[in-house]
């Protein structure tokens, strides 16, 4: 995995510098215009967000129930990552609203179920944090939890009536519109393993550093 | 005498209420027209968003790559200053 780190960053980098660029040559949507471009970089970071859920979650399955370190690590890492992203995504989402919708937010079912998916994985950071002996289980239990949650923040404006676009918006795009919101996502994705990758060595010299301690007290 | 003062007190009255009468606003808006769009000046710019959007994606990463950077920086420093206690004992 080490190995992987360099292409991964460079190709990341490379990425996300051209992203701007595929990003101004897309044509204007009919209704909205400009500020419509907030799309190529607020549903990536979305898509990123329910990545590493997935691996947060796949981890803390692993963790509960085989009582594995490493995998509590990786899920730790993911948590952290997808709450990054996720706030990416409550941030560029309200910039995009106040233009096109008039307001900032709405208490709307797709806006609030999102909000509370970022607050899920803020608890299990602080669960993580201030939670004490046993809190890695909380955590992943949260995990999980979050993991089951996802689904309906995705379908979310398919159950119920919002002012939010549709899922099926993103199939249907023209290709003029496809090919950059594609390459946002690569870049993105690239971007959250790069990110899952240096958080997850974090840990792993955290969880050195614990049992350089434990050997010193012995 | 009464009449004097009575004069004193009336032009005191004129002159105080006269730059009130000066300064009065201009007549309110008497009715209002209704337009279909917002004229073009009053209009909210998409650009300003678009780029504040953009720069939030690129400040959040970068703070996130400091925080763990630091993060990582006070773990090896822990570690290096168990290494120098460790041969004392």
Redesign the interface.
Known sequence: MRKAFGPIAVLAGVMLVGA?IMVARAPYESTM???Q??FY??VP?WFAMFTAIGVCGGASLVHLFRNNPRADRIAEAAGEVAV?FG??GL??GP??G??AWGVWWQWDAKLTIALLLEMTFISGILVRKYGGPGSDKLAAAVGIFGLAVTPFVYEAVNIWRTIHPLTSVVPTLPASMGAPFWFCVAAFML?MVL?LM??V??GK??A??DE??LA?ED | MRLGRLLIALTSFVLVSLPAFALQPPTGQSEFVPVESLPPGDQ?P??P??V???A??WI??VV??WS?WR??NK??D??RA??Q??PRR
Do not use: C, D
């Open positions: 701007p215009g400009l500020v471009k907030i970089f607020h970071s990054l706030l990416m941030v560029t910039l995009w106040r233009k971007l990110l240096v958080r060595n974090l010299r955290q050195a550093l350089l301690y010193y | 909210l998409a650009a968003l678009l504040t959007a953009y939030f994606v959040a990463v996130y790559l763990i993060r990582l773990v090896e822990e570690m168990l290494a206690k460790a």
